[in-house]
């Protein structure tokens, strides 16, 4: 029996996935997600905030490895890129003194932490080819669109391989594979610079009035409990207080307008929202539907996966769109790096590719 933890180490979400392993069967799935502001709670809570989580996951199994990947390097809770590495690999070596950790890179290598210090630049934000990763087992040909709380990653799949073009955030930023819009975490402002009201356009603030959250809470496509991060004003997640807050995107109020304005202004928001990600996806399709005689589908994941990453890749000409939730199961395609981190570890020690037995 093989048991490892999988790790997303993230600035806003920290993501844990425990597997059991049985002659190269996963026997059993567990996956937690912590929200932890990195910037605002302090980088010191790091190692706390993991042993939490080992503990809701694994408990008191004993570990034979643990896989990380990580995205919170890039949170100005440190100075730099390095910074950040070094200090999340540090974190992870002091909560796990005497278990192997193997570091995901962009590449696809698992590195030693010495490794992944010496290469911060190959480890730093290589979450996503776990995702990819674990889709290509399933999915041989496919485009992944991994839509989180904070960010949509899009990542193209040929031949049962990751066909990213990109390897750091710049790179993906600049060739449509990353995109900053998510289910939750996304500034109104960084969505649209105007929005249609009373027969005029009215420009919007750039204060972080509302986010992205309060749109999909006022169109019902997250709950009140799925709107796991903080709120821009601080108060609670009801409708009238979502509403309330996306009223002064234009500088207005919950008196000034009435509730039918300010949902139209979240239906509008939310179509903005897609264009993002549509314009990104039809920009890595494009790049490689060249290589791929079929008409390939869409995989979806992730909190956004069935109101971001499904509507914009139908909108993008998607016939068949695939929601990875069906296929590995809810809680694991909210975690899919975590959950795919761990499977490639546990795949190097097992000397062949894990199978996933649907739990």
């Not at 996935?17 to 709670?41: H, M, N, Q, S």
């Not at 809770?77 to 192997?100: D, M, T």
Request: contains cysteine; proline residues 2%; positive net charge.
């Amino acid at each position: 029996m093989l048991n490892v933890i999988g790790w997303d180490i993230g600035g806003a979400n920290v993501k844990a996935a425990f597997i059991k392993v049985d002659r190269g069967i996963v026997k059993e799935l567990k996956t937690a997600i912590e929200y932890f502001p990195i910037w605002r709670v302090g980088k010191e809570k790091l190692p706390e905030v993991l042993k939490q989580l080992t503990k809701r996951t694994a408990n008191t199994t004993k570990l034979n490895a643990v896989g990380v990947t990580m995205t919170a390097e890039l949170s100005d809770a440190y100075w730099s890129k390095r910074e950040g590495v070094n200090h999340i690999l540090n974190c992870v070596e002091q909560v796990f003194p005497n278990i192997q950790v193997f570091v995901l890179d962009c590449d696809m290598n698992l590195r030693t932490v010495r490794s992944a210090k010496r290469n911060y630049l190959k480890v730093a934000a290589a979450n996503w080819p776990a995702t990819g990763w674990m889709v290509a087992q399933q999915i041989r040909n496919c485009l992944v669109i991994d839509s989180g709380s904070t960010t949509t990653s899009i990542i193209p799949v040929i031949e049962g391989k990751i066909a990213a073009t990109g390897k750091t955030d710049l790179e993906k930023l600049i060739n449509g594979e990353l995109v900053y819009t998510g289910a939750l975490r996304t500034n109104v402002a960084a969505i649209t610079h105007s929005i249609p009201i009373r027969g005029g356009l009215a420009r919007v603030s750039s204060e972080l009035f509302a986010l992205s959250g309060d749109v999909h809470l006022i169109l019902e496509n997250i709950t009140e409990k799925e709107y796991t991060t903080e709120t821009a004003d601080g108060r609670g997640k009801s409708k009238l207080e979502a509403m309330a807050r996306l009223a002064r995107v234009v500088c207005a109020d919950i008196e000034m307008l009435r509730e039918e304005e300010i949902i139209e202004m979240a239906r509008y928001i939310y179509e903005k929202q897609i264009e993002q990600l549509v314009m990104a996806i039809k920009q890595v399709h494009e790049r490689i539907k060249h290589f791929i005689k079929e008409e390939i589908p869409a995989v979806t994941a992730g909190l956004g996966r069935s109101f971001l990453a499904r509507k914009a890749a139908e909108k993008a000409g998607f016939k068949r769109v695939m929601d990875l939730g069906e296929i590995i199961g809810a809680s694991a395609s909210l975690s899919a790096p975590s959950v795919g981190v761990a499977l490639i570890v546990a795949s190097k020690l097992e000397g062949k590719v894990v199978r996933w037995k649907r739990l």
